[in-house]
Every structure is written in structure tokens, then in C-alpha cells.
């Protein structure tokens, strides 16, 4: 059986190999297709940052996250997050109990990136577009040059795990 012979509500999977009802599995193809121009502007916040280092990685915590989240800022990016967030509950099949705004705890920049979270009635949902990554030994950071939407990913827990 294929996806589009499955019947609605079905586990069969999708092309990702999750099933169709997945919720993290919709809250990615939702936020991919809604809002690809936040992820691009989250992608070129992390260009932008990693451009200024003196070398091809980062030493420090605090050579990534305050620069990073200025350029987020003065590119009106942040202040989008918060409708993406909303997007990505209604998406799982959420709702949220009150309107989020572009800080914590709804909105997060950190050191890998933008961490968007909610607690909704059908869980918690979090979304995180991550231009840095942490390598060890010894511990750098460093820009990851991808498409926007690989530096997507989804965790949706639900409330009964």
C-alpha cells in the first residue's frame, strides 16, 4: 500500500519513514512550506555571525549567542518567531493556552541556534533551527553551511509519554 492508498489516520509511513499522523512529521512539512522565509532569515542570521569570527569556529558560548541573537534582532527575525511557534502547535494539533512572544519561555536563542517551545494540551512542542553546532574536544562551535530546512528539527512530546 502507498501513502496515497492508505486511509486517513493510518500508520503507514510517510517518505520521512514516520507515520502519517506523526505530529513532528507535520509540524516540519508545515513549518518548511509556511515559513520558509524564516528559516532562510535564521540561516543567514548564522552566515552572518560565523562571518565575523577570526577563525572558522567560535571558542565561546558568548562569541555565538550575543552576536547571533543582535543580527536576529535587528532583522525583525525574532520578532516572526512567535508565528511561527503558533503554527507549529496548530500543526500537532495543539492549541496554546496563552499568545507567545519572542522570548523566553516561548523563544530561545542558544548557542546551536533558535529554540521555539510550547506546552500545549496535546504536549509539548519544540522547534529548533540550528545554524551552529557544538564540537568537542576541545569544545568550539562552529557554522553549519546547510539548507535552511536541514537545520530543522521537530521533537513533539506528547502528553501521555
Do not use: C, I, K, N
Not at 486517513?8 to 509540524?27: I, K
Not at 536576529?72 to 516572526?80: D, M, V
Not at 557544538?134 to 502528553?159: K, W
Amino acid at each position: 500500500m502507498t501513502d496515497a492508498d492508505a486511509p486517513a489516520g493510518s500508520d503507514v509511513p510517510s517518505e520521512s519513514g514516520a507515520p502519517e499522523d506523526d505530529p513532528a512529521v507535520a509540524v516540519r512539512e508545515r513549518v518548511r512550506a509556511e515559513h520558509a522565509d524564516f528559516l532562510d532569515a535564521v540561516a543567514a542570521a548564522g552566515r552572518v555571525t560565523a562571518a565575523a569570527w577570526a577563525d572558522a569556529h567560535a571558542p565561546s558560548r558568548d562569541a555565538v549567542v550575543e552576536p547571533f541573537e543582535r543580527v536576529l534582532r535587528e532583522t525583525g527575525t525574532l520578532e516572526a518567531a512567535p508565528g511561527v511557534l503558533a503554527a507549529a502547535v496548530d500543526a500537532a494539533g495543539g492549541s496554546l493556552q496563552a499568545e507567545p512572544v519572542a522570548s523566553p519561555p516561548y523563544v530561545a536563542v542558544t548557542a546551536e541556534g533558535v529554540v521555539l517551545r510550547a506546552t500545549t494540551d496535546v504536549g509539548r512542542v519544540v522547534v529548533t533551527v540550528a545554524p551552529f553546532a557544538v564540537a568537542r574536544d576541545p569544545v568550539r562551535y562552529v557554522h553549519r553551511d546547510a539548507d535552511p530546512g536541514e537545520l530543522l528539527a521537530v521533537d513533539v512530546h506528547s502528553t501521555s509519554d
